[in-house]
């Protein structure tokens, strides 16, 4: 989310796409009107959230919200790069 509101608010000073934002409202639309439960992270592994929001986003559908618990009270950055922990959050959440 840094990455993405960086890249909005500074729009008129980088070279950011604007496709890439609309394609991302996009599938925030279609997510709220399919109602889940989902993460959103960066496509990108090891991403540092300096840049400017390239397009590149990864959506995982939540099953349980033990999970998303997780992930929201997370105040390290344990699951800055969510696709790299996710497995091992689902196989805890199991137990």
């Known amino acids: 989310m840094?990455?993405?509101s960086r890249t909005t608010l500074e729009y008129n000073s980088n070279d950011a796409d604007f496709q890439h934002l609309w394609d991302f409202a996009n599938i925030v639309k279609t997510m709220e009107i399919k109602s889940g439960t989902y993460v959103i992270d960066s496509g990108i592994e090891?991403?540092?959230y300096d840049g400017i929001f390239e397009g590149s986003i990864a959506v995982y559908e939540i099953e349980d919200e033990s999970v998303v618990d997780a992930v929201w009270d997370d105040q390290a950055g344990e699951y800055d790069n969510f696709g790299q922990v996710y497995d091992?959050?689902?196989?805890?959440a199991e137990r």
């Open 46 to 48: 090891n991403d540092d």
């Open 88 to 92: 091992e959050l689902a196989k805890l």
């Open 2 to 4: 840094k990455q993405l």
